[in-house]
C-alpha cells in the first residue's frame, strides 16, 4: 500500500511456504519492495503461483536456490523489467517459470514445470539451447507429500548450481562443493546448535520430594535440571509430528508450539 511507503532489502530464507490462499511470495503490486533476497525456501502446493514479482519497479530481487513444486497457476512470474537474478532454482511438477534472457541468470533445474523463455513456452526438449547452465531432470524427491524436497542419488541436479554466496541449505546443512539446484544440499545433515546449561540449575533430576520440574517453563523437558540439546529433542519430534506431550508443552497452553 503506498501508504505505508517503500520497504527495502528484506529476507526471506530457509522457509516452507505451502497451501496459501492465492501466492507462496508475492512481492508489491505498487513497486514499493526493492533488493529483495529470496533464497533455500520451499514453495509448493500454492494453487495460483509460486512466486510473484508484481511489478516491473520491483528491482533488485534477488531468487536463489529456492524450490517451487505443484504451484499449478505459475511456479514464477514476473515483468521483464524487474529482471530479477534467478539462479539455482528447481521448478517442478506446476506451472511454468518465466525468465527473461536479459535478466541475471544460471543453473536453474526444470522438472516438469515448463519454461516460459522471453514470453515463449519452451519445450523440455529445448531448454539447454536457451541457457546451456540449465539442467533438465525429473522431480524424484524423497517424500514430496511432506514438505521434504531432498534430492534421490543420481540426481542431474546434484552439483549443478553455481556458488551465490550461500552456505548453508533450507535444513541449515552445510553446502559442500558446488551447491545443488534447489533448497535441499544432497546427503546434506544440519548441525544442532550447542546451548548451555542455565546458571545455578540443580545437579540431579528433582526427586519426588522437590518441585516436580522448577525449570519446565524454559524448556527442561526431561526434568534433568539443565536445558540442552535433549530438550531440544523432545520438543522437535513432537512439534514436527504435530502431536502433543505434556513435557513439551513449556508454558502449560495444551500446546506444543
Known amino acids: 500500500n503506498p501508504g505505508y511507503g517503500p520497504s527495502n532489502g528484506n529476507k526471506i530464507l530457509r522457509n516452507y511456504i505451502s497451501k496459501s490462499g492465492d501466492y507462496g511470495i508475492l512481492l508489491s503490486s505498487d513497486g514499493l519492495v526493492k533488493d529483495t533476497i529470496i533464497a533455500y525456501n520451499a514453495i509448493y502446493d500454492n494453487p495460483k503461483m509460486g512466486i510473484l514479482i508484481s511489478n516491473a519497479g520491483n528491482t533488485g530481487t534477488q531468487l536463489l536456490n529456492n524450490t517451487l513444486y505443484n504451484n499449478p497457476g505459475n511456479s514464477l512470474f514476473y515483468y521483464q523489467a524487474a529482471k530479477p537474478t534467478v539462479k539455482n532454482n528447481l521448478f517442478a511438477n506446476g506451472g511454468s517459470a518465466t525468465i527473461y534472457s536479459d535478466s541475471s541468470i544460471g543453473n536453474n533445474g526444470f522438472a516438469g514445470a515448463p519454461l516460459r523463455w522471453d514470453g515463449s513456452s519452451i519445450a523440455d526438449s529445448q531448454v539447454v539451447t536457451k541457457n546451456s547452465s540449465f539442467k533438465v531432470g525429473t522431480s524424484d524427491f524423497v517424500n514430496p507429500s511432506q514438505g521434504d524436497f531432498s534430492l534421490k542419488t543420481g540426481s542431474a541436479f546434484i552439483n549443478s548450481g553455481q556458488d551465490v554466496g550461500m552456505s548453508t541449505d533450507i535444513k541449515g546443512a552445510t553446502l559442500v562443493g558446488l551447491p545443488d539446484i534447489g533448497a535441499f544440499e544432497f546427503g546434506g545433515v544440519a548441525s544442532m ?37 535433549a530438550d531440544l529433542q523432545i520438543w522437535t519430534e513432537n512439534y514436527l509430528a504435530g502431536s502433543y506431550a505434556s513435557k513439551a508443552d513449556f508454558n502449560s497452553d495444551n500446546k506444543v508450539s
Open 193 to 229: 546448535p550447542s546451548i548451555p546449561p542455565i546458571t545455578g540449575a540443580p545437579s540431579v533430576i528433582p526427586s519426588a520430594t522437590t518441585k516436580p520440574c522448577p525449570l519446565k517453563n524454559v524448556g527442561d523437558a526431561d526434568c534433568s535440571g539443565a536445558v540442552n540439546l
